[in-house]
């Protein structure tokens, strides 16, 4: 599997604070079979939360030395996840912004509430630059889920979804987790991603008990598309495969009708 939404770079933001946090975070990644990882520290405008690319690249080398020393075999990239912002476009261009493993696709934060005034010009602006938008765990905001239908634009206007292994598990509620696979059934999902940010809750370990649940879905093909092909495809700056749409709705979940 390869995660490309994670925050293992020590004392950055709301990640591990030390470098021996980071590196358990690492033996996780290597018992649940992870090979390459990007590691996507929190950029927000405005708080502290503002790392420089130099900032970044020193905690990748410090990881990939220790990696190394620890005999954890595990690739990692650079990346950043990047609340949704007017000045987007042109930070980027600029190189103040670091994209997924230098590719040209840009992973942007979805708000929890709703999305910024004007979000639609904002996408717009950074994919008239050249780049290509990833949106983080879409079936973890409160507008979207509550408007569905919105999924639906945004897709059409040529962004990409991430979900997060744990929504399937229920881990951050049942709307959320019911989202997750709502976006599933649409065929809207184009990666799978950790956002892990701790060894003992928000690990990468849950990765391959999402997948156990997923397997009851969809078929494997389906599984290596999200985890593993389109996620290297990132890394490869190479255009995304898409999902079939997943035509079922499970036994047990009737209640998910109300979409
Ligand atoms: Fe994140």
Redesign the pocket.
Known sequence: MIDL???ILPGIDDGPTTLEQSLELAVLYQKAGFIKIVA?P?WVPGTSWTPSIEQIHHRIALLRDSFKSRQIDIQIYSGM?IALDINLGDLLLSKDLVTLAGSSYVLI?SPFQRLPLGWDQMFFAIMAKGYRIVL??PERCLQLFSTPELYDDIIEAGVYFQVNYDSFLGHYGKKESETAFYLLKKGYIHFLAT?S?DPLLRHPGNALEAVKVLKKTIDSKTIEILTRINPENVINDFPLETMASADFLPKDRKRWRWF
């Open positions: 939404h994670c925050h996507t929190h996840e934060e983080a765990h956002d940010h």
